[in-house]
């Protein structure tokens, strides 16, 4: 008796095991996880290393080097590239294909202590080596904050606390934003009295630097108690700087002058700005959100716009959210054409 003939005459049987197989894969359906494109791992990482006036022989020998000498004794390397360029050190690396995405963060591990193994026997001058290896992020969510009668500075610290609140959002895994300017400290200094005052601006630069330096400052062991001591100096206003004094000497004598005297200080961003966001024709900051993987991307969108909506009641009036783009949205029409032909079909 061939499978046909076993179906027919086994109905009851049949017809069960077809109301299983739709109610499993409609329960399937609800569990799956839904997004716009297939979750995809990238296995490469790139170590960035800043060193200001050096060449790029000197970065290297000195940066370059020793940084690929000591990656270079990880088995789970495939290729490693470097750059190295006037002031600036690239190095990329190539995971081998047999570390899968769950093996991935433990490998980022390993070359983030090789790369601190090395960081003390980098020159004086160069910067802390920064590791990029979440390059396989995907920013669904895009969301548009300007003001109407709100300052830039008061702009971003609205911005800041939604990042917060959105962060802790079931399904979020990350939250970046995204056209935030630099903020600068400018001191508007004459020449001309500097230079009645046998001033340089080396001299105010290098009274900056000292003053506003993190430096160790050893410990007190009193009993079974170890106490840290925290030299105090470090700048919290524009007010302190001002007050910062300036040894000068005037008609052979020194001469006490504080940096207020001289110069006037001013909190501002950088001018030109290196990146900024613009929507609608008004400057404003982006808000930038991954969902978690695995989520359903419909599910995480419902609950970032629950989110918002409480927040917007919060927020005082004349802070704008706009949409930039919304992932959940076009999951949702993709799905719903789907379903339309698999009906019609």
């Known amino acids: 008796m061939n499978l046909a003939e076993l179906s027919i005459e086994k109905r009851a049987i049949t017809y069960f095991g077809i109301g299983l197989i739709v109610l499993g894969g409609v329960f399937c359906y609800f569990q799956l996880g839904q997004l716009e494109d297939p979750e995809f791992s990238v296995k490469t990482a ?29 088995t789970e390397l495939k290729n490693v590239y470097s750059n190295s360029r006037a002031g600036l050190s690239i190095i990329k690396v190539d995971i081998k294909s047999n570390y899968w995405s769950e093996r991935l963060p433990q490998v980022w591990d390993v070359l983030r202590k090789k790369v601190a193994d090395v960081e003390p026997t980098l020159p004086p001058g160069a910067g802390k080596p920064k590791v990029g290896d979440d390059f396989g992020y995907v920013f669904g969510f895009l969301l548009a904050v300007s003001s109407d009668g709100f300052n830039y500075a008061e702009l971003e610290k609205y911005v800041k606390e939604m990042r917060k ?41 290098q009274t900056l630097q000292s003053q506003n330096m993190v430096v160790d400052a050893g410990h007190v062991d009193y009993q079974t108690q170890r106490l840290r001591v925290a030299p105090t100096g470090a700048f919290r206003t524009p007010e302190e700087i001002g007050e910062l004094a300036v040894t000068s000497v005037v008609d052979g004598q020194d001469e006490i002058i504080r940096i207020r005297d001289i110069a006037t200080v001013n909190v501002g961003y950088a001018d030109p700005p290196s990146h900024m966001l613009r929507h609608n024709g008004r400057q404003a900051i982006g808000l930038a ?53 698999l009906i019609e079909a």
């Open 46 to 74: 790139a170590i960035t290393t800043t060193y200001p006036g050096a060449s790029a022989e000197q970065v290297e020998l000195e940066v370059t080097d020793r940084l690929e000498t000591k990656l270079q004794e990880m």
């Open 289 to 341: 959100i991954a969902p978690a993987s695995g989520e359903n991307v419909v599910e995480v969108g419902q609950r970032i716009d629950d989110r918002i909506n409480e927040l917007l009641t919060e927020l005082p009036v004349g802070i704008n959210v706009e949409r930039i783009s919304w992932q959940s949205d076009q999951v949702s029409e993709s799905i719903r054409a789907f379903m339309i032909s």
């Open 165 to 205: 609140e959105l962060s802790v959002v079931k399904g979020v895994a990350r939250v970046d934003l995204w056209g935030v300017q630099d903020k600068r400290i400018y001191l508007d200094v004459s020449s001309a009295q500097l230079a009645e005052l046998n001033l340089t601006p080396a001299q105010l630069i």
